[in-house]
């Protein structure tokens, strides 16, 4: 389901107050609910509450930025933090770190099925450059 701005802020603003609001239909929140809720205060404590509104398309990720996000979470940050941070989607962001090890090891071989995976700029073109 797909919950408008103005839902996810007033959830957050109970969340803030120790409470829990009502699903829109009324029936009981599930845990995974709560745990969502959670997720959205975050967002809104790291980005503002802007972070909460959809966003009209999904954004472009350059290799650069991607390296960016990637280089943080090897470096000891959580995938978790950093996604809230970002903005991006958790399960994203560790795709783009399991691609980048991948590549790192030199498994080009199976990266080559993930073209857009995590790589500096210059490896990312040199590689394409081969095929």
């Not at 109970?14 to 829109?24: D, K, T, V």
């Not at 790291?46 to 990720?61: I, Q, T, V």
């Not at 280089?71 to 970002?86: P, T």
Request: proline share 5%.
């Amino acid at each position: 389901m797909r919950y408008s701005y103005e839902y996810k802020r007033r959830c957050v603003e109970l969340y803030w107050r120790r409470e829990w609001s009502e699903s829109p239909d009324g029936s009981k929140l599930p845990k995974d609910f709560h745990n969502m809720v959670r997720r959205w205060a975050r967002m809104e404590e790291a980005n503002g509450p802007e972070a909460l509104k959809h966003k009209g398309s999904d954004k472009e990720w350059s290799p650069e930025e991607k390296l960016e996000l990637v280089s943080r979470v090897l470096a000891g940050a959580s995938n978790q933090s950093v996604a809230i941070e970002a903005g991006v989607a958790i399960s994203l962001l560790y795709k783009w770190v399991r691609y980048y090890k991948a590549y790192r090891r030199g498994r080009e071989r199976w990266y080559s099925a993930y073209p857009l995976a995590v790589m500096p700029s210059d490896a990312y073109h040199a590689y394409h450059k081969k095929q």
